[in-house]
């Protein structure tokens, strides 16, 4: 089946720096990937689409310039967290579905801490 | 896009079969319904989804209202694998966005 591999599954970062997730698709094509945030007991938030070769499209009250995203490749995405503080800290998690059809595969999240 | 209302909770015994009931009165012609589960620090898992018609596979049955105005996802024998956060969305064409409702904490006791 599909697979979606989603890297670093933990990451801890000093306040103010950057940190980039990847996500990526291992055995298919996925022009449209999506970027959720999800805090302790809450229900999953999406944050934004990410187009491939195009620009990202942000959901309302999503800061772009915060969360940096690149969609270069078919099978890439990449989440950029840039000056983080201890309120970004969260379980961020990726999906992507086949640009052939079929389900939405999801990474199995990267959680983030910044101290 | 649509809203999907879900119970907060259910509990099961093992082996037993879960029903687990979605209304979305709000659904259009063109969605078809999601079904994800959530294990503990894990992404989202595919289980089912259908249009209009019921739908089965190796995990679980979509049992879709005739009116589409609800649905319900049937886990035949429940086991302690099976206990996750389930959740019913609507979705439209290809490419198209997922949003998350609050979902059913299902408790699967032994």
């Known amino acids: 089946g599909a697979v979606v591999s989603q890297h670093p599954s933990r990451v801890i970062c000093k306040s103010g720096t950057s940190v980039k997730i990847e996500c990526r698709s291992l055995?298919?094509?996925?022009?449209?990937m999506f970027w959720y945030r999800q805090f302790p007991k809450q229900s999953l938030m999406l944050m934004a689409t990410?187009?491939?070769?195009?620009?990202?499209?942000?959901e309302q009250g999503v800061e772009k310039d915060k969360f940096l995203i690149n969609h270069a490749s078919l099978t890439l995405s990449t989440l950029t967290v840039t000056s983080a503080h201890p309120e970004d800290s969260s379980f961020y998690i990726c999906?992507?579905?086949?640009?052939?059809?079929?389900?939405?595969?999801f990474g199995s999240g990267t959680r983030l801490t910044v101290v | 896009d649509a809203k999907t209302t879900q119970p907060n909770s259910m509990e099961s015994n093992e082996e037993e079969p879960v029903h687990l009931p979605c209304n979305h009165s709000?659904?259009?012609?063109?969605?078809?319904i999601h079904w994800y589960r959530q294990l503990p620090s894990q992404g989202p898992e595919y289980v089912i989804h259908?249009?209009?018609s019921n739908v089965n596979n190796r995990m679980a049955s979509l049992a879709i209202a005739e009116d589409r105005k609800s649905s319900t996802l049937i886990l035949h024998r429940a086991t302690l694998r099976d206990a996750a956060v389930y959740y019913c969305?609507?979705?439209?064409?290809?490419?198209?966005?997922?949003?998350f409702g609050g979902g059913t904490r299902v408790l699967v006791k032994p």
């Open positions: 990410s187009n491939e070769g195009s620009k990202a499209t942000y």
């Open positions: 969305i609507l979705g439209r064409s290809a490419g198209n966005k997922l949003t």
């Open positions: 999906s992507a579905r086949d640009a052939a059809g079929g389900g939405y595969t």
């Open positions: 709000t659904i259009s012609g063109t969605d078809y």
């Open positions: 055995d298919f094509q996925a022009t449209t």
């Open positions: 259908g249009l209009t």
